[in-house]
């Protein structure tokens, strides 16, 4: 005998056709934990007659729900709430930006023999200065030469992370409650540093290349947003989330702009190392206008948190005025380890590696998400698939359930109201084997709504 459905029947309120209602009806009642997993759904030809239905409008819905991984049917006994803690195995977590482990133990024991013969108690005990030693600063300067940055020591401040080195950008420019202009989708750890720090927020529509000049200079221009301290905040190169990168023109434009309106720029240049284009950093156009924060945990290791924070002269004092607050700096040990690992080119070589490990993630995701439109570069470790915020949302926890965690898109959008965000997919943090199982898993549900 065939155990009796516990779904109360419904459809969800709204405008939509009844098999996109019957559909939202089921996965909020599923992800909600009123059905849980192995619970009956109601036969195809019972549900259309107690809803007033076609069985194919059921037929749809069910479908669906199978693609989104929710529901399983067994031929001969029904359709069936999909009981997810069986087939997970270990959770896959697409949500954290990080690039995949390319210095081996053998190299680190390696560099740690090195590094001890070279530092002495002096490196423990003494404080360093608020901007890091000048030997340190030098180190990065000629690191920041690679990338088409030439700048004097004395405007490189260095701390333990890129995050902070945000941070310090942040409040050196804007205090604690100044104004953040930014992409209307933007990297989450900026969005959530400004409201952690009490900035409110303003979105800058976005196209292919990025920033949008002519709605900057909009936002620019609102009198609502001339009466505060502000900044426009920005990713030029391979954009987080989308990973758009700007063409030289509009780099020049943005910059224009910004300089007509005496506003200081805050560039987000972690993936610049990674790049595909050749264009000049904002900084290196704009040395008097930018800020330009970087760290090494995109282009080398991500557990070697060292940040940097590149700014015109005439804001040192500003800055090193905050840091008597908010002391940055990073262990002396990283700084020795960095050292090493760029006299013996450890760090070009791992920049060689990493570029092709990212090239062959790319390319991956989209053999695998090949019917859902999918952007990404293959100089990115991420990619970016668009969709409606309603859909996103279910689309977040749909993934959880079958064990993959992804960016919720809320943490993206610098206005909490816009309906069009998307996923992001950080492809560099899972390893291969887990990178094929959790895009498989996705490509399951991967469709849209009836």
Sequence with gaps: MRLKSP??????????????????????????????????????REL?????LGVGTVTKAYAVLERRGLARSIKGRGTFVASFQSENRATIDFSVNAIPPMLSDRLLARTLSTVSRKID?????????????????????????????????????LTGSGQQALWLAFDTLCGGGGLIITERLS??????????????IAGVEIDEEGMVPHDLARVLDDPNNQRRRRLVYLTPSLHNP?????????????????????????????????????????????????????SL????????????????????????????????????????????????????????????????????????????????????????IPMPHAQAEAFVSSAEMMGVIVTPPDAMRADRQDKSTGIRLCLGGPSIDELSRGLSILAKFQSGPV
């Excluded at 030693?133 to 690191?143: S, V």
Aim: hydrophobic share 40%.
């Design 242 to 294: 989308t990973t758009a990168s700007m063409s030289l023109g509009r780099r020049q434009e943005i910059i224009g702009i910004c300089r007509q309106r005496d506003v200081q720029i805050v560039e987000d240049g972690v993936y610049t190392l990674g790049s595909s284009t050749d264009y000049p950093p904002l900084v290196a156009l704009a040395p008097d206008n930018v800020f330009h924060v970087t």
């Design 7 to 44: 779904w109360k029947a419904r459809l969800t309120d709204g405008e939509g056709n009844p098999s996109t209602r019957l559909l939202e009806a089921l996965s909020e009642d599923i992800l909600s934990g009123l059905l849980a997993g192995g619970d009956r759904l109601p036969p195809h």
């Design 297 to 384: 945990s995109k282009t080398l290791t991500s557990g070697l948190r060292l940040g940097v924070l590149v700014l015109p002269e005439k804001w040192i004092t500003s800055a090193e005025e905050a840091l008597q607050v908010i002391p940055l700096a990073a262990s002396p040990l990283d700084y020795s380890l960095l050292e090493e690992w760029f006299t013996s080119g450890v760090v070009e070589a791992t920049r060689t590696s990493l570029q092709a490990e990212a090239s062959r993630r790319a390319h991956l995701a989209v053999s695998l998400l090949s019917d859902r439109k999918i952007v990404t570069n293959p100089a990115a470790f991420h990619a970016w």
């Design 187 to 200: 990297y989450p750890g900026a969005i959530a540093l400004a409201r952690h720090r009490g900035h409110p």
């Design 121 to 157: 108690a002096q490196h423990v005990h003494l404080r360093p200065p608020l901007a890091g030693h000048d030997a340190h600063r030098r180190i990065f300067g000629k690191w920041l030469e690679s990338l088409g940055i030439f700048v004097e020591p004395n405007r490189i401040i």
């Design 48 to 52: 259309a007659w107690t809803l007033g």
